[in-house]
């Protein structure tokens, strides 16, 4: 049975195909697919999102977009462009705002129908808002506008009285496809384009209301008023451009003046004022002849205001600008003055007094550059001079001296001048050497008063009295490059000097007094004579020096109570019974602040200070078959020699011996060691 079956419904396609069309609910299709009844296309859902966009699915033909999470109109995007032209896509819109697809808008509530060939067409349109019920003679319209791309007949007959509601057009924007116009009554808010002639009839035309106004322009038509009541001779004519204000170019012609309105300010000489009342261009605004301020001057004030006349004027009344408030209590006014009298231009204000500020922008006042008070003062920088001039701030004089005095002349050297001899050496001035703000020619601040300079500090007062470099460096006498805190290039008179250019030797220990160098720390010592039979024995020594520390000793000699020896020394100071001595320390140190001292044992000096001269010990003899040395001297190693020493033999001896420094309480530090001979004068410079 199922073969059966098989082989019939076979035996049917074959013979439906065989014809080349399909058919659904016949036998006999007429066309490629022929469905005899009703067939669905089921529809696609798709909903707007966040961002005012949905897409169309591929391979649907019906799609409902919703409102989802769109805000406002939904940009629809195009499916993946069909294989073959001729695809059909019908599109409703049931969201709550308009659609785009392509380039046309979906009204909300509407269903458009696209075809695609070579690009998404639109096959009808719709902007929704309503529809038309009816159409028929004398029944009016009903259900909102006709919204068309194409054309709305109208019978030959015209449109009557009876097919309009109101019997009257409204709003109605007419074409230019009319022969003519005749207009009745009850016309209001109508514009009409075309080429033809208007008429107004006479009959029942009480009034036309213009809305936004009558424009009449182009073509060869004109507008025909019957039974006219302006006389043709009183007809005004002429040219225009949108918001300038007119003027009679002749008796009966107008045209452009220099006056440009745009609604929010008005312009002269230019059409974009930028503020409410804008010239451009400049020129002048003349007063007429007169002998007050009321006649020759521009007054600006506020509105019903009266002008402040002034009653004394300086010189011949000329023109002047003057700016006053309301109150008649501040003014302002600048005026040039007449050329013929003495009187200069001059800028008068009343009230507290005349500020001038730069710099000024939105928000905020600018920076204070003149001031003038009531009392006559005059400030820069500052609104409160307390002077005839206050200035807040520095002052630059330019490149030429300030002057005090009426015979100043100026000079090229900048500074300030009370009297001039001499350009620049012999002037009565303080001014700025010549040089660069950079080294080694730095500029320097000059003082030159030929008749003499006084430098009073007075001394009435706890702080009275003259500072010279407080932070420190040099002052120089006589010297234009002083090296010291005061150097004097010439000889210096006082009755005393404290302190400076002194040196003190220091007994027992090391170490100085404040505000004084060592220069030296030693022991004591000093230069021997002695027989080479009793080398040891110690013989005559001159007078005690304080012998350096930093030589190392060549030969040392002491006393031992164990093993003998003849050799003592020791520095001994006076208890404070003053009936005994001590023994202290053989220490010794030379002080100095300035000045010069003697080195001995050394010939170089201390850190500042320069050898005068170098040399040896020695001193003045006395003898009488033995050599005794009466002082311990530094001789000068390029002293001329009298007599070699090596006329007196072997047996003369002599060296520079500084006391030995030990430890304990024997006699082993009481010894004496040689030291080299040499010495050196040092001297601070």
């Known amino acids: 049975m199922k073969k059966i079956c098989l082989l019939s419904f076979s035996i049917l396609l074959s013979g439906i195909i065989t014809a080349q069309n399909v058919g659904i609910g016949t036998t006999s299709p007429g066309t490629k697919l022929d469905v005899n009844g009703a067939f669905t296309v089921r529809e696609a859902v798709i909903a707007g999102s966040v961002g005012n966009a949905a897409t169309v699915p591929n391979n649907v033909s019906v799609v409902k977009l919703t409102t989802g999470a769109a805000t406002a109109t939904i940009a629809l995007t195009a499916p ?21 697809f392509t380039t046309t808008t979906i009204a909300s509530g ?46 030959a007959s015209g449109v009557t009285n009876t097919m309009l509601a109101n019997s009257t057009i409204s709003g109605v924007a007419l074409g230019s496809n009319l022969n003519a116009l005749t207009i009745g009554s009850g016309l209001s808010g109508t514009s009409y384009n075309g080429s033809s002639a208007v008429t107004i009839a006479n009959t029942g035309v009480t009034s036309i209301t213009a809305g936004s106004g009558i424009n009449v322009s182009g073509g ?5 008023i019957s039974n006219s009541a302006i006389p043709a001779a009183n007809t005004i004519t002429g040219p225009g451009t949108t918001n300038y204000v007119s003027k009679f170019t002749s008796a009966n012609t107008i045209g452009n003046s220099l006056m440009y309105d745009n609604g929010s300010a008005v312009g002269v000489n230019t059409t974009s004022p930028a503020a409410l009342w804008h010239v451009a261009g400049g020129g002048a605004i003349l007063g007429t002849a007169g002998s007050s301020g009321n006649t020759r001057t521009l007054t600006l004030l506020n509105n019903s205001a009266a002008q402040l006349n002034y009653t004394t004027y300086p010189g011949a009344w000329t023109s002047a600008l003057q700016i006053q408030d309301n109150t008649n209590n501040r003014f302002l006014w600048i005026s040039p003055l007449d050329n013929g009298s003495t009187y200069n231009s001059r800028i008068m204000a009343a009230g507290t007094g005349l500020d001038i500020y730069t710099n000024g922008a939105t928000g905020s006042n600018g920076t204070l550059g003149f001031s003038q008070n009531t009392s006559g003062n005059v400030g820069i920088g500052t609104s409160s001079p307390g002077q005839k001039l206050t200035v807040a701030g520095n002052v630059d004089v330019g490149l030429n001296y300030y002057g005090f005095g009426g015979d100043v002349t100026q000079s090229s ?22 040089g660069a703000w950079t080294s080694p020619n730095y500029q320097q601040l000059e003082v030159d008063w030929p008749t003499g300079i006084i430098i009073n500090g007075g001394s009435a007062y706890a702080k009275s009295g003259t500072i010279l470099q407080p932070s420190g460096g040099n002052v120089g006498i006589g010297t234009a490059s002083p090296a010291y805190p005061l150097d004097v290039n010439g000889i210096v008179r006082a009755p005393e000097f404290i302190g400076a250019g002194q040196c003190y030797e220091k007994w027992g220990s090391w170490g100085c007094a404040s505000g004084y160098n060592e220069v030296l720390d030693g022991r004591p010592g000093g230069q021997e004579s002695y027989e080479s039979n009793s080398n040891n024995s110690g013989d005559g020594m001159a007078n005690l020096v304080c012998v350096s520390s930093a030589p190392t ?37 030379i002080c100095c602040k300035g000045g010069c001292y003697t080195a001995f044992g050394v010939n170089t000096c201390s850190t500042g200070y320069t050898a005068m001269y170098t040399g040896r010990t020695g001193g003045v003899e006395s003898y009488t078959g033995g050599q005794y040395q009466q002082k311990t001297l530094c001789i000068d190693v390029s002293a001329t020699v009298e007599e070699a020493t090596t006329s007196y033999g072997t047996t003369y001896n002599t060296r520079l011996m500084r006391h030995r420094e030990g430890s304990g309480t024997n006699y082993d530090n009481n010894g004496m060691e040689q030291i080299p001979n040499i010495c050196a004068v040092c001297c601070r410079q």
């Open 110 to 155: 509407s269903a458009l129908e696209f075809i695609y060939s070579g690009g998404w067409v639109p096959t009808s349109s719709s902007s929704g808002g309503g529809g038309v019920s009816s159409v028929a003679t004398g029944a009016g319209l009903a259900g909102g506008p006709i919204t068309t791309t194409g054309t709305i007949s109208i019978p």
């Open 80 to 100: 993946t462009t069909p294989a073959n032209d001729g695809a059909l896509l019908i599109v409703y819109n049931a969201s709550s705002y308009a659609a785009t």
């Open 413 to 434: 050297t900048a500074g300030i001048c009370w009297h001039t001899i001499g350009s620049p050496v012999g002037n009565y001035a303080i001014y700025r050497t010549s």
């Open 553 to 589: 000793a060549t030969t040392s000699w002491g006393y031992s109570s164990t093993s003998g020896g003849t050799y003592r020394n020791r520095l001994m100071r006076a208890t404070a019974a003053a009936n005994s001595m001590d023994r202290v320390q053989p220490r010794c140190a």
């Open 220 to 224: 060869t038509g004109g507008v025909t």
